[in-house]
T-cell receptor, first 111, second 116 residues
Framework: GQNIDQPTEMTATEGAIVQINCTYQTSGFNGLFWYQQHAGEAPTFLSYNVLDGLEEKGRFSSFLSRSKGYSYLLLKELQMKDSASYLCAVRDLDRDDKIIFGKGTRLHILP | GAVVSQHPSWVICKSGTSVKIECRSLDFQATTMFWYRQFPKQSLMLMATSNEGSKATYEQGVEKDKFLINHASLTLSTLTVTSAHPEDSSFYIC????????????FGPGTRLTVT
């Protein structure tokens, strides 16, 4: 089976830093994705981790610990446009390598 | 970068009619395409996986006779919602995986279906 958990909603202030956590349980782990989705739009790719460690890309960083089944997405220097849903998704070899999404975290940025 | 298009971007239909949604990979060949459905304020739920030239595989709880999927070529997959009902109103998103082995799935812009 597969279970992906992330907080439903978070609030942060413009200019600050926020960390969105994701825990997962899967039998055939083959990588973890973070996607950003604005209301009414399709998801856009942010990051991909398959090995333990931190991947940094501009203001966004993603971390993975395979042994703990844990990842986080770190957003720095928050901007109002970062208000969106952030989807944690796992690729599962035991499910034909499909990408399965968590429920998403709605991030609200306050001025 | 890889581009996936969907048509139409939105559609309104009457209850009992059928609606076809197209998903195209514009600049790459997609051996596998995925269809997701998303209800308001919820995450993407995988409906089915289609491989070019073979029958689609459906996730548990998805009616294959209601959601007909055809993947006739390496650049086109279609989803037909048959005998649509208001509860089928949703945001339908396709994504495509290429032949290069690259890990990423590329998402289309989505189709908003409203059944009246």
């Amino acid at each position: 089976g597969q279970n992906i958990d992330q907080p439903t909603e978070m609030t942060a202030t413009e200019g600050a830093i926020v960390q969105i956590n994701c825990t997962y349980q899967t039998s055939g782990f083959n990588g973890l994705f973070w996607y950003q989705q604005h209301a009414g739009e399709a998801p856009t790719f942010l990051s991909y981790n398959v090995l333990d460690g931190l991947e940094e890309k501009g203001r966004f960083s993603s971390f993975l610990s395979r042994s703990k089944g844990y990842s986080y997405l770190l957003l720095k220097e928050l901007q109002m446009k970062d208000s969106a849903s952030y989807l944690c998704a796992v690729r599962d070899l035991d499910r034909d390598d499909k990408i399965i999404f968590g429920k998403g975290t709605r991030l609200h940025i306050l001025p | 970068g890889a581009v996936v298009s969907q048509h139409p971007s939105w559609v309104i239909c009457k209850s009992g009619t059928s609606v076809k949604i197209e998903c195209r990979s514009l600049d790459f060949q997609a051996t596998t395409m995925f269809w997701y459905r998303q209800f308001p304020k919820q995450s993407l739920m995988l409906m089915a996986t289609s491989n070019e030239g073979s029958k689609a595989t459906y996730e548990q709880g998805v009616e294959k006779d209601k959601f007909l999927i055809n993947h006739a070529s390496l650049t086109l997959s279609t989803l037909t919602v048959t005998s649509a009902h208001p509860e089928d109103s949703s945001f339908y998103i396709c994504s495509a995986r290429g032949t290069s082995g690259w890990y990423e799935q590329y998402f289309g812009p989505g189709t908003r279906l409203t059944v009246t």
